[in-house]
Nanobody, 122 residues
Framework: QVQVVESGGGLVQAGGSLRLSCAASGRTFSPYAMGWFRQAPGKEREFVAAISWIGGSTYYADSVKGRFTISKNSAKNTVYLQMNSLKPEDTAAYYC???????????????WGQGTQVTVSS
């Protein structure tokens, strides 16, 4: 069973940057892709970005395109999310999960982590 642990969140002013990390583990860890998602209070979880595990193709939500960059270190089973030019509307808990497709679908993942909180002040 795949497990994930997110880290790197914090409090930052608008215009600032943060780098999130997602460490995955499990004997069966061999995803088609890994994705980042976020959920703000009172809102549904939404897609942020995804990267294919072989090849490194990427896909972003329109709201973060040009500001966020997803990357990976396959040897460490780790995925990163570099977030620049942060806005107050980026405030949310951020989660990672394996995906069967590169697109914006929210996966039916049974082992969501606790997430990492990102708070952007105006």
């Amino acid at each position: 069973q795949v497990q994930v642990v997110e880290s790197g969140g914090g409090l930052v002013q608008a215009g600032g940057s943060l780098r999130l990390s997602c460490a995955a583990s499990g004997r069966t860890f061999s995803p088609y892709a890994m994705g980042w998602f976020r959920q703000a209070p009172g809102k549904e979880r939404e897609f942020v970005a995804a990267i294919s595990w072989i090849g490194g193709s990427t896909y972003y939500a329109d709201s973060v395109k040009g500001r966020f960059t997803i990357s990976k270190n396959s040897a460490k089973n780790t995925v990163y999310l570099q977030m620049n030019s942060l806005k107050p509307e980026d405030t949310a808990a951020y989660y990672c999960a394996p995906k069967k497709r590169l697109g914006p679908q929210i996966p039916d993942f049974g082992s969501w982590g606790q997430g990492t909180q990102v708070t952007v002040s105006s």
